[in-house]
């Protein structure tokens, strides 16, 4: 999934505010259909980021936008401005593409993701944090919370009959977790006692591929153009607001109604 069908997504978002919630496994296959559509022209790199760890919350429209991408790389990185949790939180990290697959290796790695996120809601326990395809290598990462249960581990057994290999690795927070996260985060205004912070506003909330917490943007109301720095006392608040979970906040684009 490239910019392009990232930045339709979020025009969607907005552009439809009686919408409450949208469905993800409706756009999961609104992304999958536009990546067929490129496969043969598109050169680069690929890693669909099947979970909610993918999602955002734009602020201000109190309503989730489900990618099929990664977290949004729409945001300006400025270095220092950047506010991260310390060095003792995780790096909320993107993931490296990988070389592209065929069509019929996309339709087989959809599937067992599919198949995977189904087994996860039919626990009692859901601790799924993210799903990452790679269609090139026929695999399906799934970030989990806590020890993986064995209906996840059989799962993985008769996927890699059908030719799809399931690996499992740890998380730091589930995708439910860092959805609670990103609901309070694009609540925060900007503290009015802070000089620094006044014209700025919380852009959106993104879960963390590596599922080790949240990404939060600042950018200028004004126009919606990144922040030039990300004021502590803003970042602050907004950690507060989050609570205990790692929060990463730096300068981003703000999305614009159509």
Not at 18 to 38: F, M, P, S, Y
Not at 148 to 162: N, Q
């Amino acid at each position: 999934m490239n910019e392009t069908d990232v930045k339709d997504l979020f025009t969607s978002a907005v552009a439809h505010p009686g919408v409450d919630r949208i469905d993800t496994d409706a756009v999961l296959r609104g992304g999958r259909r536009r990546r067929r559509l490129r496969v043969a022209a598109t050169v680069g790199t690929v890693v669909a980021v099947v979970a909610v760890a993918g999602s955002l919350v734009v602020g201000g429209t109190r309503q989730p936008g489900i990618i099929a991408g990664p977290t949004p790389s729409a945001s300006v990185s400025t270095g220092p401005s950047v506010v991260s949790p310390g060095p003792s939180a995780g790096r909320c990290r993107d993931f490296a593409g990988t070389a592209n697959g065929s069509i019929k290796d996309q339709d087989a790695v959809d599937a067992t993701a599919d198949r995977v996120r189904a087994a996860a809601r039919a626990l009692p326990t859901d601790n799924l944090s993210v799903l990452i395809v790679h269609p090139a290598g026929l695999t399906v990462e799934v970030l989990w919370v806590g020890p993986v249960p064995k209906p996840l581990t059989d799962l993985a057994s008769r996927e890699a009959a059908r030719g799809v290999t399931v690996t499992f690795a740890p998380a730091d927070y589930t995708r439910a977790q860092m959805q609670a996260a990103m609901d309070r985060a694009v609540q925060v205004q900007a503290p009015a006692d802070d000089p620094a912070s006044q014209g700025l506003k919380v852009a959106m909330a993104a879960g963390c591929t590596d599922g080790s917490g949240i990404k939060v943007t600042i950018a200028q109301k004004a126009n919606g153009q990144p922040a030039a720095a990300v004021p502590p006392a803003f970042a602050a608040a907004i950690r507060a607001r989050v609570g205990e979970m790692p929060v990463w906040v730096e300068p981003g684009w703000a999305i614009i109604p159509a």
